[in-house]
């Protein structure tokens, strides 16, 4: 992977005013849904389509409710002794950050400038690309919607996660089909989707929930890695486990599922407990700087997922904007590791971390 050094050797603050226009850019492509708060924190977020967002929101307020210790006293060397990498399915990256997918961008864009699923997730490829990490891509109703971004996957060696949707099995084989033709690192699965309304009780699709059994039936047709995404306990890590995923995504949606639900950030210290080691652990819900990446790192996450942000980026600022706003993110969660002694990923323990009440 070539990184575009012009943006990862940026210093800090010109990064971060650069994203700041980025997220200026945005606003007319992100209205009426998306105000481009200056905290995307989820407090009446319209994008979500449940009334009250109340799971989105406590994603961000008790992510917040972790703090990181300091410890600036250790051999430092030079200054270039903070790793961040991570090897992932047999490719490295710079940071374990990738971007979440999300389908369909003109349902909930409705004034967005691309011209659709393909040219959106492109910019969001190339732009996480850029900086040497990667992203995922959605699935939803409508062909295109997967098999254009899987088409940018492609363009990218089938370096990122397409996410299949709960699907009946048989479909869902087809677009497995389709992701090894693509040569896709690893195959995602949001087990979540049956709650988006569009795609729920009297929706306009039909995606089911699946038993371990059906899970593993649906993927004995390949030999790639398989992530479920929308895990939020134990016992669904467990089964997770049982159906034979190499990882999970500890994710709620941001909530577009089910309202009232626990944040993910509280759920993720005791799958941890119960799968660590034995699968990758992704996380995402809330997650706005790299601070926050280091916590959940910190709380047992191997690999760390952005939503909504990434959505304004891309809006405004195409690959560019991507590449800057990731490029800021990884700024900060190496920053982290050099204040708290963390020279690499696996220093990151809960030890550096405090998980405060208020
Ligand atoms: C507009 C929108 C569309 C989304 N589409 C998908 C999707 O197609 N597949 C999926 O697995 N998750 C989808 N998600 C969920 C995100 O991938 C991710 O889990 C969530 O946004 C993370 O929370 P955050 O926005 O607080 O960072 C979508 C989320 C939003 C806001």
């Given at each position: 992977?070539t990184?575009?050094?012009?943006?990862?050797?940026?210093?800090?603050?010109?990064v971060?005013r650069?994203?700041?226009?980025?997220?200026?850019?945005?606003?007319?492509?992100?209205?009426?849904?998306?105000?481009?708060?200056?905290?995307?924190?989820?407090?009446?977020?319209r994008?979500i389509?449940?009334?009250?967002s109340?799971?989105?929101?406590?994603n961000?307020?008790?992510?917040?409710?972790?703090?990181?210790?300091y410890?600036?006293?250790?051999?430092g060397?030079?200054?270039?002794?903070?790793?961040?990498?991570?090897e992932?399915?047999?490719?490295?990256f710079?940071?374990?950050?990738?971007?979440?997918?999300?389908?369909?961008?003109?349902?909930?864009?409705?004034?967005?400038?691309f011209?659709?699923?393909?040219e959106?997730?492109k910019?969001l490829?190339?732009g996480?690309?850029?900086?040497g990490?990667?992203g995922?891509?959605?699935d939803?109703?409508?062909?295109?919607?997967?098999?254009?971004p899987?088409?940018?996957?492609?363009?990218?060696?089938?370096?990122?996660i397409?996410?299949?949707?709960?699907?009946?099995?048989?479909?869902i084989?087809?677009?497995?089909?389709?992701?090894?033709?693509?040569?896709?690192?690893?195959?995602g699965?949001?087990?979540?989707?049956?709650?988006?309304?569009y795609?729920?009780?009297?929706?306009?699709?039909?995606t089911?929930?699946?038993?371990?059994?059906?899970?593993?039936?649906?993927?004995?047709v390949t030999?790639?890695?398989?992530?479920?995404?929308?895990?939020?306990?134990?016992?669904?890590?467990?089964?997770?486990?049982e159906?034979?995923?190499?990882?999970?995504?500890?994710?709620?949606?941001?909530?577009?599922?089910?309202?009232?639900?626990?944040?993910?950030?509280e759920?993720?210290p005791?799958?941890?407990?119960a799968?660590?080691?034995?699968m990758?652990?992704?996380?995402d819900?809330?997650?706005?700087h790299?601070?926050?990446?280091?916590?959940?790192?910190?709380?047992?996450?191997d690999v760390?997922?952005?939503g909504?942000?990434?959505?304004?980026?891309?809006?405004?600022g195409?690959?560019?904007?991507?590449?800057?706003?990731s490029q800021k993110?990884?700024?900060?969660?190496q920053?982290?590791?050099?204040?708290?002694?963390?020279?690499?990923?696996?220093?990151?323990?809960s030890?550096?971390?405090?998980?405060?009440?208020?």
């Amino acid at each position: 992977m070539t990184v575009n050094t012009s943006i990862t050797t940026m210093v800090y603050p010109q990064v971060r005013r650069e994203v700041e226009q980025v997220f200026e850019n945005a606003r007319p492509y992100m209205k009426p849904d998306c105000r481009v708060c200056r905290v995307c924190s989820g407090v009446n977020c319209r994008v979500i389509p449940t009334e009250r967002s109340g799971t989105a929101e406590r994603n961000y307020t008790q992510l917040q409710k972790v703090r990181i210790l300091y410890d600036t006293i250790y051999e430092g060397g030079d200054g270039s002794e903070i790793d961040s990498g991570i090897e992932l399915f047999g490719r490295r990256f710079r940071a374990p950050l990738m971007s979440a997918p999300f389908g369909h961008v003109k349902d909930f864009n409705p004034n967005t400038h691309f011209a659709g699923d393909y040219e959106f997730n492109k910019a969001l490829l190339d732009g996480t690309a850029d900086v040497g990490i990667c992203g995922w891509t959605p699935d939803t109703l409508g062909e295109d919607v997967f098999t254009g971004p899987l088409d940018a996957l492609k363009e990218h060696d089938g370096v990122g996660i397409p996410a299949i949707k709960s699907w009946p099995i048989k479909d869902i084989q087809e677009k497995i089909r389709l992701c090894d033709e693509a040569g896709v690192m690893a195959i995602g699965h949001d087990i979540d989707c049956v709650g988006l309304p569009y795609l729920s009780i009297n929706g306009r699709g039909k995606t089911y929930p699946k038993s371990v059994e059906q899970i593993k039936e649906t993927f004995s047709v390949t030999k790639t890695p398989f992530i479920l995404k929308g895990i939020m306990s134990a016992r669904g890590a467990l089964k997770a486990l049982e159906a034979g995923a190499s990882g999970i995504v500890v994710s709620n949606h941001s909530g577009n599922t089910l309202d009232q639900g626990l944040a993910t950030v509280e759920v993720l210290p005791e799958i941890k407990k119960a799968v660590g080691g034995r699968m990758k652990i992704f996380v995402d819900g809330g997650v706005r700087h790299g601070e926050d990446v280091f916590k959940m790192l910190a709380l047992g996450a191997d690999v760390v997922m952005i939503g909504r942000p990434y959505i304004i980026a891309a809006e405004g600022g195409e690959a560019r904007g991507v590449a800057l706003y990731s490029q800021k993110i990884i700024w900060e969660l190496q920053n982290a590791m050099r204040m708290s002694g963390c020279r690499t990923l696996k220093d990151i323990t809960s030890d550096h971390v405090v998980i405060t009440k208020d």
